[in-house]
């Protein structure tokens, strides 16, 4: 995994939970920087595409690892 | 970021299971950066309450998957018994915490804090004579007129 700014921990959180938190988080993090959000939510792999794809916010990475899902997303 | 977006959401259902499409919807666009607006109305107007008291009923609802499979062999009459409606709640309470669903209290403010217009109907208000003071801060009161200011200029528009 890249390297990240900031992390957020959305582990055991159901949907649309993850969305929001990343999305607060990521308002208070300066543009060009990077967020590394977990989450165990499976839903959360499309989810973080659509929200990337919505918010104009990259998605560096997207992959599962030791059971959780790992999401690298670039402040627009 | 594309223009912003606008989605209207007419809320007319006052239980625990209705009360989460509105909110999960309503939050999940406002940080998709959708301009949104709910339209709380009937029965809706329940999930306008500061201590809410929401639940969850397996009575006319075929479709509830109930503990123990008991939606299978259960007889329909006696999920109308005295205690079933708060049994259920109390179980669908549960495995939404257990499953990491956010209450709708959480979700709620959430939206709020997200700057999702909240309206409540004031000719419903009206009708039950709802004492708006048990409401939370923050709620605005409209007729068709007022939601349909907003909703005529949404890209999307759900009536739930």
Same mark, same amino acid.
């Given at each position: 995994?890249?390297?990240?700014?900031?992390?957020?921990?959305?582990?055991?959180?159901?949907?649309?939970?993850?969305?929001?938190?990343? #999305?607060k988080?990521?308002?208070?993090?300066?543009?060009? #920087?990077?967020?590394?959000?977990?989450?165990?939510?499976?839903?959360s792999?499309?989810?973080?595409?659509?929200?990337?794809?919505? @918010?104009?916010?990259?998605?560096?990475?997207?992959?599962?690892?030791?059971?959780?899902?790992?999401?690298l997303?670039?402040? /627009? | 970021?594309?223009?912003? #977006?606008?989605?209207?959401?007419?809320? @007319?259902?006052g239980?625990?299971d209705?009360?989460?499409?509105?909110?999960?919807?309503?939050? @999940?666009?406002?940080?998709?950066?959708?301009?949104?607006?709910?339209?709380?109305?009937?029965?809706? *107007?329940?999930? *306008?309450?500061?201590?809410?008291?929401?639940?969850?009923?397996? *009575?006319?609802?075929?479709?509830?998957?109930?503990?123990?499979?008991?939606?299978?062999?259960?007889p329909?009459?006696?999920?109308?018994?005295?205690?079933?409606q708060?049994?259920?709640?109390?179980?669908?309470?549960?495995?939404?915490? /257990? #499953?990491?669903?956010?209450?709708?209290?959480?979700?709620?403010?959430?939206?709020?804090?997200?700057?999702?217009? *909240?309206?409540?109907?004031?000719?419903?208000?009206?009708?039950?004579?709802?004492?708006?003071?048990?409401?939370?801060?923050?709620?605005?009161?409209?007729?068709?007129? @007022?939601?349909?200011?907003?909703?005529?200029?949404?890209?999307?528009?759900?009536?739930?």
């Open positions: 995994m890249a390297d990240y700014d900031q992390e957020l921990d959305a582990s055991g959180l159901n949907c649309p939970l993850p969305i929001l938190r990343a #999305k988080t990521l308002s208070g993090m300066e543009s060009g #920087k990077i967020l590394h959000v977990i989450a165990t939510d499976p839903g792999v499309k989810d973080f595409e659509a929200f990337a794809k919505q @918010t104009g916010n990259a998605l560096m990475e997207s992959k599962e690892q030791g059971g959780k899902f790992h999401f997303i670039k402040k /627009a | 970021m594309s223009a912003e #977006k606008k989605l209207a959401i007419i809320a @007319t259902k239980s625990l209705w009360a989460y499409p509105p909110f999960i919807l309503a939050s @999940t666009a406002a940080a998709l950066g959708y301009e949104t607006q709910i339209f709380f109305t009937f029965y809706g *107007l329940q999930l *306008l309450r500061k201590n809410l008291h929401l639940e969850v009923t397996p *009575l006319g609802n075929p479709g509830m998957p109930m503990p123990m499979a008991m939606d299978k062999w259960f329909v009459l006696l999920t109308a018994l005295p205690g079933m708060s049994m259920m709640t109390m179980m669908m309470k549960k495995k939404m915490k /257990a #499953k990491g669903v956010a209450s709708i209290e959480e979700l709620r403010s959430l939206c709020q804090e997200a700057e999702v217009k *909240l309206i409540a109907c004031q000719m419903t208000v009206d009708l039950f004579d709802l004492d708006t003071s048990e409401f939370i801060d923050g709620v605005e009161y409209g007729g068709a007129a @007022t939601f349909f200011e907003f909703a005529g200029e949404t890209d999307i528009c759900l009536y739930i």
